[in-house]
């Protein structure tokens, strides 16, 4: 199947720092990637849809001003996660759609927000 | 709202028996029907997807889909222990609209 990558897969912050993290197709292009939340044995929750050249389209509840999305190429999508806090604590993953309808997922980062 | 469920488990089945993981969607509009894979800890694996109404069978794995009762299943042969892992189900309208996933469904295989 396709490759999305996604680094860090691990961060630990203190509280009030900024953490950005990539996520980017290696063997496709993808014009639009998703960004799914998940906590602690609970389900993906779909954040924000991310499109190339133009704004993300944000799920309801989601802080577009904390978590800003930039979608600057066919092959990369990022996340920032701004002034984290203990809450943002999670497991953040990234996703890409192949030239099908086949959704892949990039490795994920856990975030810990001291 | 577009929902989709699934027994969340634990499902425990014994070694080389076959384990049955059911989903029912509400969106009478859904095309797409995917199985992923999640161990503890790590992201999603796509194991199976399924468009039409039917079975689908890829090696020890089978994907079932009845569109009229908006439930699609996933059949596992000769389960092993390495299959013990969350099993989420998901659907989306086709394109390229998001997936909605269900809550996933624990599986454990017993040596």
């Known amino acids: 199947g396709a490759v999305v990558s996604q680094h860090p897969s691990r961060v630990i912050c203190k509280s009030g720092t900024s953490v950005k993290i990539e996520c980017r197709s290696l063997d496709f292009q993808a014009t639009t990637m998703f960004w799914y939340r998940q906590f602690p044995k609970q389900s993906l929750m779909l954040m924000a849809t991310?499109?190339?050249?133009?704004?993300?389209?944000?799920e309801q509840g989601v802080e577009k001003d904390k978590f800003l999305i930039n979608h600057a190429s066919l092959t990369l999508s990022t996340l920032t996660v701004t002034s984290a806090h203990p809450e943002d604590s999670s497991f953040y993953i990234c996703?890409?759609?192949?030239?099908?309808?086949?959704?892949?997922f990039g490795s994920g980062t856990q975030l810990s927000v001291l | 709202q577009k929902e989709v469920e699934q027994n969340s488990g634990p499902l425990s089945v014994p070694e080389g028996a076959i384990a049955s993981l059911n989903c029912t969607y509400s969106?009478?509009?859904?095309?797409?029907f995917f199985w992923y894979r999640q161990y503890s800890g790590k992201s999603p694996e796509l194991i199976m997807f399924i468009y039409s109404n039917g079975d689908k069978e890829d090696g020890r794995f089978t994907a079932q889909l009845n569109k009229a009762s908006q439930y699609v299943s996933l059949l596992i042969r000769d389960s092993q222990p390495s299959d013990s892992a969350t099993y989420l189900c998901a659907v989306s309208r086709g394109g390229n609209t998001p997936l909605v996933f269900g809550k996933g469904t624990r599986l454990s295989v017993i040596a």
């Open positions: 996703s890409a759609r192949d030239e099908g309808e086949k959704l892949f």
């Open positions: 969106d009478r509009g859904s095309q797409s």
């Open positions: 991310s499109n190339e050249g133009s704004k993300a389209t944000y």
